[in-house]
Every structure is written in C-alpha cells, then in structure tokens.
C-alpha cells in the first residue's frame, strides 16, 4: 500500500511540474504566445528550434510585479473557466538540466471537426489556465513555481522526520541494530499519567545510567511509542540513582571502534534523539548528578533542562578525542549560540546550575536534590506548560518546531495549517462560551 501510494504521489508531482514548466516557457517566451482556439502538443520533437527560443535565452530573468512580491499565499486559481485543469495528454517532461528538453508550443494544424486533429490537444480555457496567458501571465507562472518547490520542500522535510539517514548516506540500520544487540544491560522504561504527562527513566545505576547496546534501541522502541501516543502533552527524562547519564558504555564503544560501525551508531542515535526532539509533546530533561559526554547530549534534545542543586552538564567529546555524534553540537549551538557553544565544546567546563542557567542551558534550578523531590518538583513545573486540552498543547509544540527547523514560508504555511486543527474545534467553542478575562 505504501507503494501505491508513492507512486500517485510521484504521478502528482510529475504533472505539476509538467503544467509549471509550460507556463514558465509560455509566460516569458513573447513569440510562444498564441491567439489560437487550441493548443498543441507534438507527438515528435522538431528538428528545428522552438518559436522563440533564442529571445528566451537572452532574456532577463522574471521579476514578480511589486504587488506580488513577498506574497505568502497566491490569489490565483489553479483552474480554468470550467474547472479544474485536465491531465495533459502529452508525455510528463521536466526542465532543461532536470529532464528532457521541452520543444515549446507549435502553431496549431488543422481540426478535424467531430473526429479531433491528429496531434494531441488542450482546450483554450485548459491551456491559458496552465501557460498563464492572459491577464495573470508571469505571475502565475512564478505562483506556480513557488507552488510547486514548496510541496517539494515539506515533502522532503517529512520524510526527515521519519529518519535523517537512509542507505543513500550508508546507512546500515539493520546491521548496527545486530551489533548493539550483542551489547546487554539496564533499561529505558516509560511511564505514562492519566493527565498526559509521560516519564522516561535511564535505568542503568551501577554505570551510572550509560547507554549500553540494548539501551539505544529501546529508546528508538520508546520513541516510537510516545509518537503513538495520542494524549501525550509533555514529557520528563531523568535517570536512575540520582544521576543523570554518563554517555555510552565503554564496553559496546570498544566494541564498535571502527569507522563504519561508528559511523551506523552516530546516524542510528542522531535519527532516535532527532524524533524525541521532534515529538508533539513538551520535554524536560531533569538533571541530577552528572550528564557527561552522551548524557550531555541527550539533553539538549528536550526542550527545557532543570537541574538539581550540585549537579553538572559537561561535553567531554574533546577528552575522548572526539566531538559530539548524536546531534549535541548542532542542538547546542540552536540553544546557547555558537560562541558559548564553542566555549564548551573545546573547553570541556564543567557546567554547574548556576551557570547553565546564566547561559540558557537551563530553565531553573530546583531545590530538592533526592530523586523523588526532584521528580515531583519537576512535574509541577512541567505542569504549568501542559495545563489545557491535548490538542492544544500539541498543536503549540508543532508550530514551535515548525518555526525552528522550517524556512520561515515554510513555518508560516505550517502555522496556517496546524491552526486550521484547532480553530473551531471543541477548546475553541468552550473557550468561546465562556469569554476568558485576559488580566
């Protein structure tokens, strides 16, 4: 089913591109515009040049009018007089340097009445729809374009969301799997509240939560979870034993020293804290004790860190003769910027409360140092951010993400979407009914 669906998917984009391209060569090619009643297809590519072609290659590149420029959302109809336009009857071409060359459009040949003409037609109000003639011209042939790369572009960045790396990168997620496997011990265990608020414990003490084989993919398995989890609005990540996380157990790094199954842990970590980055639920990271080298990492894929009185962020990549591969330096830079982010990263400082918090690593530093206070300190905190309807809560994080990963055409657009899934809805009306006071 999954194929199936690709495929008219590929079917769609191929089709647009097709119309995109003929408005663009038909738009801005003065001597392709025609008059006629009918617009022609050939069957045969000619031998000789397209009417036009090389005014085309002189020409300036297109400008939108003043009016037009910096739109968001385009007022111009994909349709004709009629309709929609119909699938064209040609074959689907793309762009000089993306596909096959395009002969432009021909002077039409003779109709045949009642039995059609030997070459492959559009109706007029089709083909001025598509070409953009008349009085939208240029500027829905640009419309088209901004259209179509855009669709393009969050196509793509949904299929990053489900995995950054694939086996185009030289990705052997099969492979690493197998190995980490061999790696046993501790446990990543999920807990989930009644008013939506998830816990996910790192339970490995006696190495003071490090991540062995078997941990990293339960994380991915608890990962995979809380996308499914419907009613989820915010998430807190803390370790066993009052500490935090020590990165990776030496034994499975030994293990895996060589540069391809090095490389197949960084790209299978990277895609696992990329979707716990990306979840619609807000994240906390409760700091106790230590959060060294990977543990240091797996905090900034939350979205707040809350520390405990003692405890410590350090990035000790530099000491190991490394540098972060579970995504920590991108994440760390989007945070502190990249001035302080350089600063921990080649200085290896230890980062106690205060000055996480004075750096914006941290939101707060909370009073309690005993596991249990901590954990009931930190939901009270969380709870400040998640009190309202799922939906809602949900619906922020989306847009939020949006605007930190998108362009910002790009985030608008998602913004506009996501807000089409709340307004009107349930929270929406009772909000209405009762007419909050905004003090």
């Given at each position: ?20 391209t ?36 002189s ?5 939108l ?5 910096g ?9 004709s007089?009629?309709?929609?336009a ?27 009445r009642?039995?059609g ?19 939208a ?30 086996g185009?990168?030289g ?9 980490l496997?061999?790696?046993a ?7 989930k ?5 998830g ?15 078997t941990m ?19 998430l807190i ?13 030496l ?6 020293s ?23 639920l807000?994240?906390v ?7 060294v ?5 797996l ?7 809350l ?18 591969g ?9 945070i502190?910027?990249s ?14 409360p ?12 909370l009073?309690?140092?005993d596991e ?24 922020v ?11 910002v ?6 913004e ?5 899934t ?18």
């Amino acid at each position: 089913m999954q194929a199936t669906g690709a495929g008219h998917e590929n079917n769609n984009d191929l089709l647009a591109w097709y119309l995109a391209t003929l408005a663009l060569r038909s738009a801005f090619c003065g001597k392709t515009a025609s008059t006629s009643t009918e617009f022609s297809v050939p069957a045969v590519t000619r031998k000789r040049p397209w009417p036009g072609a090389k005014d085309a290659a002189s020409s300036p590149a297109p400008r939108l009018p003043p009016a037009r420029r910096g739109s968001i959302f385009s007022s111009i109809p994909f349709a004709s007089s009629r309709g929609a336009a119909p699938p064209p009857a040609a074959p689907l071409i793309g762009l000089t340097g993306l596909g096959p060359a395009f002969p432009g459009p021909r002077r039409p040949g003779p109709v045949r009445r009642g039995g059609g003409s030997r070459r492959g037609r559009f109706p007029r109000s089709t083909a001025r729809a598509a070409t953009g003639r008349g009085a939208a011209g240029p500027e829905m042939a640009i419309s088209l374009w901004k259209n179509l790369l855009q669709t393009t572009k969050e196509r793509l960045l949904q299929q990053r969301r489900m995995s950054l790396y694939n086996g185009a990168h030289g990705y052997e997620e099969e492979l690493i799997k197998k190995k980490l496997q061999q790696f046993a011990g501790g446990s990543i265990n999920l807990s989930k509240d009644d008013n939506g608020i998830g816990i996910l414990t790192l339970n490995n003490p006696k190495l003071m939560n490090a991540f062995t084989g078997t941990m990293m993919l339960e994380l991915q398995e608890r990962v995979t979870e809380l996308e499914n989890w419907k009613d989820g609005k915010g998430l807190i990540i803390y370790g066993a034993g009052n500490t935090f996380c020590s990165g990776s157990d030496l034994n499975a790094v030994k293990a895996i020293s060589n540069s391809q199954d090095g490389m197949n842990m960084c790209m299978f970590m990277q895609n696992t804290l990329t979707r716990l980055m990306r979840l619609p639920l807000i994240s906390v990271a409760l700091v106790q004790g230590k959060a060294v080298g990977g543990g240091a990492e797996l905090t900034t894929a939350c979205d707040f860190r809350l520390m405990t009185p003692g405890s410590e962020i350090r990035f000790v990549h530099k000491h190991m003769g490394l540098v972060p591969g579970w995504g920590g330096a991108a994440r760390l830079v989007g945070i502190v910027g990249s001035g302080a982010a350089l600063r921990l990263l080649s200085g290896a400082a230890r980062l106690d409360p205060e000055s996480a918090l004075r750096l914006g690593l941290s939101q707060e530093t909370l009073s309690s140092s005993d596991e249990t206070g901590a954990l009931e300190e930190a939901r009270a905190w969380l709870s400040g951010y998640t009190e309202g309807p799922a939906s809602v809560i949900r619906a922020v994080k989306e847009v939020v993400t949006a605007g930190r990963e998108l362009p910002v055409e790009a985030a608008l657009r998602r913004e506009k979407d996501v807000f089409g899934t709340v307004w009107g809805r349930p929270a929406n009306l009772q909000a209405l009914v009762r007419r909050p006071k905004h003090k």
